[in-house]
C-alpha cells in the first residue's frame, strides 16, 4: 500500500510541565491529530501497535526533566515497520521492531568502545527534542513538535531513526515486546551489565515498579540468593516474588536493619530504582563491604546524595550509574526476548493494565499513585 507523503496521525502533546495532578483534571497530554512527514536518508515509518507509560514520560509530565515543547512524548514502545528511508539497511517492510531510546551513532567515542547507551550525538539529539538528524518530523499547524528520546511513541505512526530500532521475532507479542525497550532492558541490564554479580550473591533491590521489577528478574537470571525487594506498596510484593524475590520489605526507617539482617551482613549487590537520593543512600547502606550499588533511576537534578566517603576506600565500595541498563540494544533486546520466550524471564508479570491513547492523562495518574507495574498503551 503507498504511503502518502505526508500522514495524518493521533498523537499526545504534551503542551505545558507541571500541571497540577490529577492529570486527569488539567490534562497535560492533548490527543491531537497532527501532520506526520515521511522518512528521510537513514529514519524509519513505524507503525507504534504499543507503547509503554514510564517514570521517565512522568518526570517530563511534572517538570523535575525539563524537556522542549510542546513535545510528543512516549519513549518505550514496539510497533511495525511501514516505510524505511534512503541508505537504511538491516530492516524491511512489515518487520517487527522495539524502539531504544538512545540512538547510537556508532561513531562517537562511548560508541567506539561498546558504550552506545552513553552516545554523544544521542544524547545531544535527545536533549534538544530532535532525530539523530536533527529533524523533527512532527508538526501542528505549521509548527514542529519535539521529539521524545528520538521515538515519540504515543502516537500512532512515528518516524525513527534507524539506530534506535531493533528487529525482533514477530511471534512475540507486541504489547511484551514494547516493555524490552525500557523497563526489561533497563532493569536487567543493571544487573547483568553494571553489577555482574556472580552467582549465589546477595541483592536487594529498592522500588517495584516496572524497571525494578525488571531488576529483580534480572537477579534471578544472574543466579543471586537471597533476593529482597523493597517497595512500600505492599500489593507489589506478590508480584516481586513471582519475578524472582525470596523475602519482601515495605521499606522505613529499618530497612537497612532487615536487609542486613536477611542477607547475613547486606547485600552483595543493591539496585536502586526509585529515583530517589534517600532511597539512593539506604541502597548504598543496605551493601556490606565490597559491595556494589547501582542506580537507574533519574531523581530530580536538584537533589544532592551523602554518603560516608571513606566507605568508598576503606571497605572498598562500588557506587554506579547505569543508563539503559548499560545495554548495547541490538545485542541485548533480541537475548532478553529469549530468555522470555525460554520461560526464564517472566515479562508478562509487568502487564498492569492496557489503556487507550484517550486515557492517557489518567493512566499517567495510576502510575504517580505507584498502583501499578506498567501499563501499556495500545494504538
Not at 12 to 34: F, Q
Not at 182 to 187: I, R, S
Amino acid at each position: 500500500m503507498a504511503v502518502p507523503t505526508v500522514i495524518t496521525t493521533r498523537a499526545a502533546v504534551l503542551e505545558e510541565s507541571g500541571r497540577p495532578a490529577p492529570y486527569g483534571d488539567s490534562r497535560p497530554l492533548t490527543v491531537d491529530s497532527v501532520e506526520l512527514r515521511p522518512p528521510g536518508a537513514g529514519e524509519v515509518l513505524v507503525r507504534v501497535a504499543a507503547a509503554g507509560l514510564c517514570h521517565s514520560d512522568l518526570s517530563v509530565i511534572d517538570g523535575s526533566r525539563p524537556r522542549p515543547l510542546p513535545m510528543v512524548l512516549g519513549h518505550e514502545a514496539a510497533g511495525v515497520v511501514v516505510e524505511v528511508g534512503p541508505g537504511v539497511r538491516g530492516l524491511r517492510v512489515d518487520d517487527h521492531v522495539v524502539c531504544a531510546f538512545v540512538p547510537a551513532c556508532g561513531g562517537c567515542a562511548p560508541c567506539q568502545s561498546g558504550r552506545p547507551a552513553l552516545c554523544e550525538p544521542g544524547a545531544a539529539a535527545n536533549t534538544v527534542g530532535s532525530l539523530l538528524s536533527g529533524h523533527r518530523p512532527f508538526r501542528r499547524g505549521g509548527l514542529e513538535l519535539h521529539q521524545h528520546l528520538g521515538v515519540s511513541a504515543f502516537s500512532e505512526y512515528t518516524v525513527v531513526a534507524a539506530e534506535s530500532l531493533v528487529p525482533v521475532d514477530r511471534s512475540v507479542p507486541l504489547d511484551r515486546a514494547a516493555l524490552f525497550g525500557c523497563a526489561l532492558l533497563t532493569g536487567v541490564g543493571a544487573v547483568v551489565n553494571t553489577a555482574r554479580p556472580r552467582p549465589g550473591t546477595a541483592a536487594v533491590v529498592f522500588g517495584l515498579g516496572g524497571v525494578g521489577l525488571a531488576a529483580v528478574m534480572g537477579a534471578r537470571v544472574a543466579g543471586c540468593h537471597p533476593i529482597v525487594a523493597v517497595d512500600p506498596v505492599g500489593l507489589k510484593h506478590p508480584l516481586a516474588r513471582q519475578a524472582g524475590a525470596t523475602q519482601t520489605l515495605d521499606g522505613g526507617p529499618d530497612t537497612v536493619a532487615a536487609v542486613r539482617d536477611l542477607t547475613g551482613g547486606g547485600a552483595d549487590v543493591a539496585i536502586e530504582a526509585v529515583g530517589s537520593a534517600a532511597v539512593l543512600a539506604a541502597a548504598y547502606a543496605a551493601t556490606r563491604r565490597g559491595g556494589t550499588t547501582v542506580t537507574v533511576g533519574l531523581p530530580d537534578p536538584r537533589q544532592l546524595l551523602s554518603i560516608p566517603a571513606v566507605s568508598l576506600v576503606a571497605e572498598e565500595r562500588t557506587l554506579r550509574g547505569s543508563y539503559l541498563g548499560g545495554a548495547v540494544p541490538r545485542r541485548d533486546i533480541p537475548r532478553y526476548i529469549a530468555l522470555y520466550q525460554a520461560g526464564s524471564l517472566p515479562a508478562d508479570l509487568l502487564l498492569g493494565g492496557r489503556l487507550r491513547l484517550d486515557e492517557i492523562n489518567e493512566g499517567f495518574d495510576a502510575l504517580a499513585a505507584a498502583t501499578t507495574a506498567r501499563q501499556v498503551v495500545i494504538l
